[in-house]
Structure formats: structure tokens, C-alpha cells
């Protein structure tokens, strides 16, 4: 409560607070507005980890990553990574911000990552979910996952299947 000309609250605790406005002009006229939930403030914790549910390659050129939506109100953004095998970084291919606008009512969600060679190459991928105060986890703490490479070698009348361990379980 304030009777001083633009007034300033601190609001200290996450939640939804109300907004009641009340203004008096010299003459004794008065209004009111009142907006329930009006202002969010957001908490200081990151959003939990939103695990990877599936690496599949597609076909010769492409991989499907799909993972499950994170609950938190004030999620900002998913950022995938894929890891640089000449670098051994992580580097961001895909941020997904359209969330702002309409969050997503599905359980899971998906990119294609497109132009690979998966017929000779392991891709690995993390996943990185981001709150609207820039609060999230750090790539060190999530789990990488890791698409499969398969190999059928003929020997004599035999065939030697090979592969590449998942990554990610």
C-alpha cells in the first residue's frame, strides 16, 4: 500500500500476486482497477533436466531427437546440442523459443537434425531447458545421448554384426 506518486514494490517470494489500483484526483474522484494474478514473479532455480527420450536416425542424412516437456511455468527456451567430435565441445543447433507464445500442450517434443552422414558417423546430443531469468543447468550435468552405428560383415557363410553402444540410458 502507497499514497506516494509512483510507487515501487519489491516482491520477494515466486508466485502469482494480485494488482489493486486505486487513484484519487484533487478533487476527491476516485477509480479502482483491480487485476487478479497480474504480476508472476519467478523463482531463482533452474528447470529440472528434460530427458532425452530418443536419438533415431532417420535415414542416411538425418536424426530424430525427441524429449519430454519440461512442467516449470517459466520455461524461456529448449537448446540442443551436439557434440563437435574434432573439438569434443558441445555446440548449440537448435533453440526453440515459440514457446512464449503458445506453450506446448503435448508431453514430448522433437527436431530433425538434418545434412549428417549417419551411415559413417556417432552423433551425440544434450539437451539444455532454460527459465525466462536465464536460470538453467550446466551442459556438465546433463546426459549425453548418442545415436547407434550398425555394421554386417560377411565371413564365409557367416555374418558379423558390430555396433556402437547407445549412449544416454
Keep these: 500500500t502507497s499514497t ?8 520477494q517470494n515466486p508466485g502469482f500476486y494480485n494488482v489493486l489500483l486505486i487513484v484519487t484526483n484533487q478533487h476527491g474522484c476516485t477509480d479502482t482497477l483491480s487485476e487478479p494474478n ?3 514473479v519467478y523463482d531463482t532455480l533452474p528447470p529440472p533436466v ?38 569434443g565441445q558441445f555446440v548449440e543447433i537448435y533453440r526453440d523459443t515459440a514457446l512464449l507464445s503458445a506453450p506446448p500442450m503435448n508431453l514430448t517434443s522433437n527436431y530433425t537434425d538434418t545434412g549428417l552422414n549417419t551411415l559413417s558417423n556417432v552423433y551425440t546430443y544434450k539437451l539444455q531447458a532454460i527459465d525466462r531469468c536465464a536460470y538453467t543447468l550446466p551442459l556438465s ?3 549425453a545421448h548418442s ?3 550398425i555394421t554386417a560383415t560377411a565371413i564365409t557363410d557367416d555374418i558379423r554384426v558390430t555396433w556402437t553402444p547407445y549412449g544416454g540410458c
Excluded: M
Aim: net charge negative.
Design 141 to 143: 550435468a546433463l546426459t
Design 147 to 149: 545415436t547407434i552405428n
Design 4 to 11: 506516494i506518486e509512483n510507487p515501487s514494490v519489491q516482491l
Design 50 to 87: 528434460c530427458p532425452i527420450l530418443s536419438v533415431s536416425v532417420l535415414n542416411n542424412s538425418s536424426v530424430e531427437i525427441i524429449w519430454e516437456n519440461s512442467p516449470v511455468t517459466d520455461l524461456y527456451a529448449y537448446v540442443l546440442y551436439r557434440l563437435n567430435t574434432t573439438n
Design 38 to 40: 497480474f504480476i508472476e
